[in-house]
């Protein structure tokens, strides 16, 4: 698990590529300090486990899935990537939770100044994961734990201050270019619960007795989804 607070910008050195599978080697400095076989590392918001290491560098395989789902790709030797390692559980959590699980990608659609900030519009190449974007919700892009300003039916922006576009390489990309994007967590595992009725849906409150659905008390009367009167007195819902 990451938390979006990228730690340093690495170049990539080597890239090799064989179908939609890669080994991919990036120099770096800083999460190399404490680096270990088998390790997780971030690159764009991506985990890849660490495979080979030396004190500058370290080597990552990519699988075809996260080949085709990523914009690791589009890599090539001397570029830049952003870096963060596993998450300490002794540390700061400074972002919000980031699995370095990618969602899709979206194209940067406009980039503009507004003060002192960076004003970023985004369309994923995904339209489904709009439904998990919100407006003042988190959403990590290249691994930069980032907040929603806007959020329409085919983009979104964000809205990046100084020392972010300095500390990552959100400061390289212009219109045309390509980020991860992953989604908040949260949203993704509720619609999980929905589809298999753990959760009740709105259609349903009128089955789940004194549960709260919103501000409306439904009637009482047992549950469809596994949910009873007992189970809701046992959380607090008596």
């Given at each position: 698990?990451?938390?979006?607070?990228?730690?340093?910008?690495?170049?990539?050195?080597?890239?090799?590529?064989?179908?939609?599978?890669?080994?991919?080697?990036?120099?770096?400095?800083?999460?190399?300090?404490?680096?270990?076989?088998?390790?997780?590392?971030?690159?764009?918001?991506?985990?890849?486990?660490?495979?080979?290491?030396?004190?500058?560098?370290?080597?990552?395989?990519?699988?075809?899935?996260?080949?085709?789902?990523?914009?690791?790709?589009?890599?090539?030797?001397?570029?830049?990537?952003?870096?963060?390692?596993?998450?300490?559980?002794?540390?700061?959590?400074?972002?919000?939770?980031?699995?370095?699980?990618?969602?899709?990608?979206?194209?940067?659609?406009?980039?503009?100044?507004?003060?002192?900030?960076?004003?970023?519009?985004?369309?994923?190449?995904?339209?489904?994961?709009?439904?998990?974007?919100?407006?003042?919700?988190?959403?990590?892009?290249?691994?930069?734990?980032?907040?929603?300003?806007?959020?329409?039916?085919?983009?979104?922006?964000?809205?990046?201050?100084?020392?972010?576009?300095?500390?990552?390489?959100?400061?390289?990309?212009?219109?045309?270019?390509?980020?991860?994007?992953?989604?908040?967590?949260?949203?993704?595992?509720?619609?999980?619960l929905l589809a298999f009725g753990v959760i009740p849906s709105e259609t349903d409150v009128s089955a789940v007795g004194p549960f709260m659905a919103g501000n409306r008390r439904a009637a009482p009367g047992p549950g469809r989804n596994g949910i009873t009167e007992?189970?809701?007195?046992?959380?607090?819902?008596?």
């Open positions: 698990m990451f938390t979006g607070i990228i730690e340093e910008i690495g170049r990539v050195r080597r890239v090799y590529k064989q179908g939609e599978s890669m080994k991919l080697t990036v120099g770096a400095t800083k999460v190399t300090e404490d680096v270990r076989l088998g390790d997780s590392i971030a690159v764009n918001g991506v985990c890849l486990t660490v495979v080979a290491f030396d004190s500058a560098s370290f080597t990552a395989d990519v699988m075809p899935e996260t080949f085709r789902q990523t914009n690791l790709r589009h890599l090539s030797a001397g570029d830049r990537v952003n870096l963060e390692r596993a998450m300490a559980l002794n540390g700061r959590f400074g972002g919000h939770i980031v699995q370095g699980h990618v969602d899709t990608t979206a194209r940067v659609v406009s980039r503009r100044a507004e003060q002192n900030a960076v004003v970023f519009r985004l369309e994923p190449a995904d339209a489904g994961v709009m439904k998990y974007i919100v407006p003042r919700g988190s959403i990590a892009l290249d691994g930069i734990s980032l907040t929603v300003v806007e959020a329409g039916d085919r983009t979104f922006t964000v809205s990046i201050i100084p020392h972010t576009l300095e500390q990552t390489i959100l400061q390289d990309r212009q219109p045309g270019d390509t980020v991860n994007v992953e989604c908040d967590l949260l949203g993704k595992y509720v619609e999980r007992q189970f809701l007195a046992e959380h607090g819902f008596g």
